[in-house]
T-cell receptor
Framework: DAGVIQSPRHEVTEMGQEVTLRCKPISGHNSLFWYRQTMMRGLELLIYFNNNVPIDDSGMPEDRFSAKMPNASFSTLKIQPSEPRDSAVYFC???????????FGPGTRLTVT | AQSVTQLGSHVSVSEGALVLLRCNYSSSVPPYLFWYVQYPNQGLQLLLKYTSAATLVKGINGFEAEFKKSETSFHLTKPSAHMSDAAEYFCAVRTQGGSEKLVFGKGTKLTVNP
């Protein structure tokens, strides 16, 4: 299997612009997770989906962040408008079912200037 | 609420020496516990997991961890460090039968000196 696929790998944008991060989970996995990693806050869960339905979005920082999972093989995380403090590495992970380990993608490094 | 504390943000060992990375957890219900490794500019890779079976868990690359309920600990060990073990290591906890949410520690960066 190709593993979790994320795009783009790097994104540089200006403050105020819209940013869309994309994730393709491992085929057959039914849970998908979005994380953010920064030096200051470490690794934080933003939101997770089970069977394409958002289950816990308590980690989403504010209304500027939104996530969708229109089907089992694709998810997006959108930031609009972006701010410099959103600069981080964003990871997507997927798991087969509850209790199983999460498999992480390579991450998207976002820089907002 | 669950939490994880990793003692020591940086650990340095010599090649061939014992590796010990410490993790203590807080959970009001029986936990699942995980160790992940992150190499530079890569995602996290699962090393091993505890899911209430054997308390001594063996993982990949010669790592193992022991679940000690009385000490609320899940320390990661490897008898002999290799240069390729240099990476950042994360301990994580989630509740059994509950939310799939993983709570991660802050990470420990392991340096292996020749």
């Amino acid at each position: 299997d190709a593993g979790v696929i994320q795009s783009p790998r790097h994104e540089v944008t200006e403050m105020g612009q819209e940013v869309t991060l994309r994730c393709k989970p491992i085929s057959g996995h039914n849970s998908l997770f979005w994380y953010r990693q920064t030096m200051m806050r470490g690794l934080e869960l933003l939101i997770y989906f089970n069977n394409n339905v958002p289950i816990d979005d308590s980690g989403m920082p504010e209304d500027r962040f939104s996530a969708k999972m229109p089907n089992a093989s694709f998810s997006t995380l959108k930031i609009q408008p972006s701010e410099p403090r959103d600069s981080a590495v964003y990871f997507c992970a997927s798991s087969f079912r509850q209790g199983y380990e999460q498999y992480f993608g390579p991450g998207t490094r976002l820089t907002v200037t | 609420a669950q939490s994880v504390t990793q003692l020591g943000s940086h650990v340095s060992v010599s090649e061939g020496a014992l590796v010990l990375l410490r993790c203590n957890y807080s959970s009001s219900v029986p936990p699942y516990l995980f160790w992940y490794v992150q190499y530079p500019n890569q995602g996290l890779q699962l090393l091993l997991k505890y899911t209430s079976a054997a308390t001594l868990v063996k993982g990949i690359n010669g790592f193992e961890a022991e679940f000690k309920k009385s000490e609320t600990s899940f320390h990661l060990t490897k008898p002999s460090a290799h240069m390729s073990d240099a990476a950042e290591y994360f301990c994580a906890v989630r509740t059994q039968g509950g939310s799939e949410k993983l709570v991660f520690g802050k990470g420990t960066k392991l340096t292996v000196n020749p």
